[in-house]
Nanobody
Framework: QVQLLESGGGSVQTGGSLTLSCSIS????????LGWFRQAQGKEREGVAVMDANNIAMYLDSVKGRFTIAKNSAKKSLDLVMNNLKPEDTAMYYC??????????????????WGQGAQVTVSS
């Protein structure tokens, strides 16, 4: 099965930036729908951004214009560039892979393989 490993989490102040990276084994970077998700304490997990095998992306409304999902072929990773971070972005961030080539939703239930998570904390 595909293996995913997140890195790049940390703590920043409001308005700061962080880039998360998810190393992905095999050929999933090119052939599968992939995504970033987050779960704040006491909240349900939600999709942040997904990108399919054709590099078509969709985003959670609250992060549009601030976050960018991108593939890095050299690093074999799926990156999430987060700018203008807000306290409400504080959460554990997970990368995940679906079995389909296309991304149809931001729903976590459509993704079967998950990384361990990386904590992002944004202070005021």
């Amino acid at each position: 099965q595909v293996q995913l490993l997140e890195s790049g989490g940390g703590s920043v102040q409001t308005g700061g930036s962080l880039t998360l990276s998810c190393s992905i084994s095999g050929s999933y970077l090119d052939t599968n729908c992939l995504g970033w998700f987050r779960q704040a304490q006491g909240k349900e997990r939600e999709g942040v951004a997904v990108m399919d095998a054709n590099n078509i992306a969709m985003y959670l409304d609250s992060v549009k214009g601030r976050f960018t999902i991108a593939k890095n072929s050299a690093k074999k990773s799926l990156d999430l560039v987060m700018n203008n971070l807000k306290p409400e972005d504080t959460a554990m961030y997970y990368c995940a892979a679906a079995t389909t080539r296309r991304c149809y939703t931001l729903y976590p239930t459509d993704f079967g393989a998950w990384g361990q998570g990386a904590q992002v904390t944004v202070s005021s």
